[in-house]
């Protein structure tokens, strides 16, 4: 396996893009990585979605995205790996390029969320459950979070107050990020009055859908060097499985998943956990943000939510999280949301985060969690130069 590099970004902001198609945000991501990357042609497409079947009655977007974006003729894929969709092409990219198929791949998360009812969407979600066990019973995934979050509270003795900082760090993070949906502050009170959705989560636990769509170009390191400009390497690609269904694992609070497709990325690396200036993770629900904490090592069990009320995941903290927004303020157009996590890493690691730019940070670690734990894909990017 060869070293891969990231050599282009591109994205589009999460809103309601009520006049454009889900092949055009594709499209107008593709355009801009590869215009990033100084690129005219990769050799594979690979697009992440969950959802464009049963929201806007597309499939087969590999083909369909790289027809219109200019690149008749290459290979290309749909990549379906539920919430971790994009990560999930993100990955294929890479091995891709490390396993010598290909010099130069592109992936392309992209999701059309808000143009049916929200009631259509929550169900199309409810597909990414155990269909016969949770969804058939009416648990969606607010609820199923939900029901972790109770067990959270009961075990480790918090209050659903204690969670506020991870609303407010995704928020204040947003304000200054112009791709995000939700950029504007909180404050705790807000948090605390917000409405009820599934008890004891509200509006402000939960990440809002969205339309949007990334990209990636990736390509050998040996290429990255001699086209220059800022290199990111991949240090780490990884991923791992658990049961879909809550009540068929092990230790419903442990994501053993999660764990796992961690412990395989620092391995890969070469890296600990503490090395890590940053992370990018998975804050669809605010309980997510605290179970991601403790299995990828950086929490002990019971101690993410302490993590948070100490103000170590702000900018300024010892752990920054969600540092442009994350699920939560960024929004989260569910299989593009993977993609976003890499290209706001690379981001960082470029010294292109803007106002949100973290001074000399050289290792990020990206997560995207697939259902309510079952695929996780793990991303550890290092600066080069």
């Known amino acids: 396996m060869r070293d891969v590099a990231i050599i282009g970004i591109g994205q589009t ?3 309601e893009h009520w006049e454009i198609s889900l092949r055009d945000l594709a499209v107008q991501a593709v355009q801009a990585a590869l215009l990033d990357a100084q690129i005219e042609r990769p050799q594979m497409l690979f697009v992440g979605n969950m959802l464009s079947a049963v929201l806007s009655g597309q499939q087969n977007l590999g083909a369909l995205v790289a027809d219109h974006a200019g690149l008749r003729g290459i290979e290309a894929y749909k990549v379906e790996a539920a919430c971790a969709s994009g990560a999930a092409a993100v990955r294929a990219a890479y091995l891709a390029v490390a396993g010598g198929a290909c010099e130069v791949a592109l992936a392309c998360g992209v999701e059309k969320m808000t143009d049916g009812s929200p009631d259509q969407a929550t169900a199309a979600l409810a597909g990414a459950s155990d269909a016969i066990y949770e969804a058939e019973h009416g648990l969606s995934f607010v609820a199923i979070n939900a029901l972790l979050m109770q067990r959270y509270m009961h075990e480790y003795g918090y209050r659903h107050e204690d969670f506020a900082p991870f609303a ?3 928020h204040q ?3 200054t990020n112009p791709y995000a949906m939700f950029p504007r502050a909180i404050t705790r009170e807000q948090f605390e009055r917000a409405r009820p959705i599934a008890t004891p989560i509200t509006l ?4 809002g859908i969205g339309d949007g769509a990334a990209a990636i170009v990736l390509a050998s390191a040996e290429l990255a060097a001699h086209l220059g400009g800022p290199v990111v390497r991949i ?3 990884t991923a791992a499985t658990d049961a879909v269904a809550v009540h068929d694992r092990r230790e419903p609070l442990f994501l053993q998943g ?10 890969q690396a070469g890296v600990a956990p503490s090395d890590l200036d940053f992370f990018e993770l998975h804050d669809a629900f605010t309980i997510m943000s605290a179970l991601s904490l ?8 019971g101690k993410g939510v302490a993590l948070a009320l100490d103000g170590e995941i702000t900018r300024q ?7 442009l927004g994350g699920l939560k303020a960024r929004g989260h157009p569910v299989g593009a949301s993977g993609v976003y996590q890499i290209v706001e890493t690379a981001q960082q690691l470029r010294g292109q985060a803007g106002a949100n730019q973290l001074p000399g940070c050289r290792l990020g670690m990206a997560q995207s969690i697939g259902g309510s734990g079952a695929n996780v894909i793990t991303h550890i990017l290092e600066r080069v130069s």
């Open 13 to 15: 902001p999460v809103a």
């Open 168 to 170: 407010m760090v995704a």
């Open 173 to 175: 993070n947003a304000t």
């Open 204 to 207: 402000l636990d939960s990440s």
């Open 235 to 237: 240090a780490a690609s």
């Open 258 to 267: 999660m764990h796992a497709s961690a412990q395989r990325a620092y391995a």
């Open 294 to 301: 403790e299995a990828c090592g950086l929490a002990p069990r």
């Open 317 to 323: 903290g010892r752990l920054p999280i969600c540092t």
